[in-house]
């Protein structure tokens, strides 16, 4: 399951990223960055109508129902693909099952058992999910990560075993890549929503306040290579209809790089090795490569005019750039054996 490696460059015109959010309902949080930025987006969203654990059922079919009207479970989920089975809404709820295919339940994505069932988090709409039960339970309340599996496999490619990346070695469950970017900012959401309660959380992918660095390494990957989708955004509003809070990652991509790394780029990685490499730090632009590399860095800014075009023709460099407070667009283009092109953003903070 590597991650694309090609990304849109439409959001050049997205760059506001003004989805359908009211008015002047992140104004607090303009203009910050770091922690004072995520302060701001807690206190913007904390306090939610908090709704009873059986009553989310009942909200399923406005949130999570595919254009077929069958339900959108993406752990069994096939994108341009036949699923192997698919749900009726309310009448195919769990219930007993012995195997894929047989009934939905509600999947917390942060495991209920890392904060014992506590209420709010525990029937917050944002990361409760409906999930094939026995995929859920294959799951358990193991972290997420990426495997090449060798435990067990779900019917859509999603995977158990040990995890690759460096900063945890448990077993851990890897969704399909369609869904990653999905969880990485439900993640993001839970820790910013949360933040005054996490420490008092018991995952490895939490320390302190927050993310642990291993996660959060691999949410980041995983939210630039899987962008904001339609059914996220339809999602949030519905969500807002009923908590009236919102999940600022869906709003405003933007905000991750600006909280918790503004010279962060990411999704440059061939495979799941970390053999590409392109940073922006201390008013120079750093690329190091592991192997032969030839091909172009080009940055742009906000409004989506060029500021830097500069070749690569060797492994490893350092570029100086001063560049003024903004948000910029790399694209790099690969000329080696894949001719990939890769694109992504990333905030530069005075």
């Not at 439409?10 to 203009?31: E, H, I, K, T």
């Not at 077929?68 to 699923?83: A, E, H, L, Q």
């Amino acid at each position: 399951m590597a991650l694309r490696f090609v990304y849109s460059l439409l959001f050049f015109v997205q760059l506001s990223w003004a989805y359908s959010q009211p008015s002047g309902y992140y104004d607090n949080a303009q203009g910050l960055a770091g922690e004072q930025m995520r302060t701001a987006l807690h206190n913007i969203i904390k306090n939610h109508n908090v709704i009873a654990y059986s009553d989310v059922w009942s909200h399923f079919p406005n949130l999570d129902k595919k254009p077929n009207g069958k339900v959108w479970d993406i752990y069994s989920d096939n994108p341009g693909g036949t699923p192997a089975y698919e749900y009726t809404l309310v009448t195919d709820q769990c219930g007993q099952y012995s195997g894929e295919g047989d009934c939905y339940n509600r999947e917390h994505t942060v495991p209920a058992s890392w904060y014992n069932s506590a209420s709010p988090m525990y029937s917050d709409l944002f990361q409760v999910y409906p999930t094939d039960g026995f995929v859920n339970g294959k799951r358990s309340n193991l972290p997420y990560g990426e495997t090449s599996g060798g435990t067990w496999m779900s019917t859509n490619g999603s995977n158990l075993g040990n995890h690759l990346l460096s900063g945890y070695s448990g077993i851990v469950f890897e969704p399909i890549d369609e869904y990653k970017g999905d969880l990485a900012r439900t993640y993001f959401y839970m820790v910013t929503r949360y933040m005054d309660v996490v420490t008092n959380w018991t995952s490895d992918m939490f320390t302190g306040n927050t993310l642990s660095s291993w996660a959060l390494d691999m949410l980041m990957d995983w939210d630039a290579n899987d962008p904001v989708s339609q059914k996220e955004i339809a999602r949030n509003e519905a969500i807002y209809l009923v908590q009236n809070n919102r999940n600022p990652f869906i709003d405003n991509p933007t905000y991750v790089l600006a909280i918790w790394d503004s010279t962060y780029v990411v999704g440059l990685r061939a495979s799941r090795h970390s053999e590409n490499r392109i940073w922006y730090a201390n008013g120079k632009l750093y690329f190091n490569k592991l192997r032969t590399y030839a091909g172009k860095v080009l940055i742009y800014n906000s409004i989506g005019q060029l500021v830097l075009s500069v070749p690569i023709k060797n492994n490893i460099f350092e570029y100086p750039l001063a560049l003024p407070q903004g948000m910029y667009v790399i694209r790099m283009s690969n000329q080696d054996e894949k001719g990939n092109i890769l694109t992504n953003k990333f905030l530069v903070f005075r």
